[in-house]
């Protein structure tokens, strides 16, 4: 079992950056690829960046070259660096875990979720 818990989320203007963290607590965190998805009102869940255990690296499109995703298997935590945000990237952002080493896209492939935080980006 693991739990996972969001942090970072807030308001910020177009074009500024925002760095959400993911902690996480149960198995041993370094077994698990890391991945963060978003949601708005209406839409289905949609994979954002991913990050495997070997260290291995997945962006949509939307955010390639605008995000970063690390993690620190020390800290059992995994990280996104948002930077150059528009409005299209207001959502609920999540973090998820699973124990393939396969950075899936889709929702039915991570286990485990966490609550969200709301990111917010004013035009």
């Known amino acids: 079992q693991v739990q996972l818990s969001e942090s970072g989320g807030g308001l910020v203007q177009a074009g500024g950056s925002l760095r959400l963290s993911c902690a996480a607590s149960g198995r041993p965190f370094s077994e698990y690829t890391m991945s963060w998805f978003r949601q708005t009102p209406g839409k289905e869940r949609e994979f954002v960046s991913g990050i495997n255990w070997i260290g291995g690296t997945y962006y949509a499109d939307s955010v390639k070259g605008r995000f970063t995703i690390s993690r620190d298997n020390a800290k059992n935590m995994v990280s996104l660096q948002m930077s150059s945000l528009k409005p299209e990237d207001t959502a609920v952002y999540y973090c998820?875990?699973?124990?393939?080493?396969?950075?899936?896209?889709?929702?039915?492939?991570?286990?485990?979720w966490g609550q969200g935080t709301q990111v917010t980006v004013s035009s």
């Open positions: 998820a875990a699973t124990s393939t080493v396969s950075i899936s896209v889709v929702n039915s492939g991570y286990d485990y």
